[in-house]
């Protein structure tokens, strides 16, 4: 079993700043890509960011320039870091994982619990 643990999230004002973490723990073999995704009241969950496992990123239009993703592959943790926050920021945000617990193919696809970002004045 993967587990995904998030730590972060909070209250802040609009223009400030919050960061998120997310470690895996558990029988990895390999870790691909790793996401962050957040779910907005009444929305669909939509994917924020993405990081490959050799560094590349992939940031959503709404916070590039904002948001930064990063990664520490031999602590299997992602991070989150958002800047300039804006109301419109306020979701809950899920990290999402996969790759294989064995050489022989078998994988995993595992999301975090999930940490509440409230973005008011």
């Known amino acids: 079993q993967v587990q995904l643990v998030e730590s972060g999230g909070g209250l802040v004002q609009p223009g400030g700043s919050l960061g998120h973490s997310c470690a895996a723990s558990?029988?990895?073999?390999?870790?691909?890509?790793m996401e962050w995704y957040r779910q907005a009241p009444g929305k669909q969950r939509e994917l924020v960011a993405q990081?490959?496992?050799?560094?590349?990123?992939k940031i959503v239009d709404s916070v590039k320039g904002r948001f930064t993703i990063s990664r520490d592959n031999g602590k299997n943790t992602v991070y989150l870091q958002m800047n300039d926050l804006k109301p419109e920021d306020t979701a809950d945000y899920y990290c999402?994982?996969?790759?294989?617990?064995?050489?022989?193919?078998?994988?995993?696809?595992?999301w975090g619990q999930g940490t509440q970002v409230t973005v008011s004045s």
């Open positions: 999402h994982a996969h790759g294989f617990i064995s050489p022989r193919g078998n994988r995993f696809d595992t």
């Open positions: 558990g029988s990895i073999f390999s870790m691909e890509d």
């Open positions: 990081i490959t496992v050799y560094g590349a990123t």
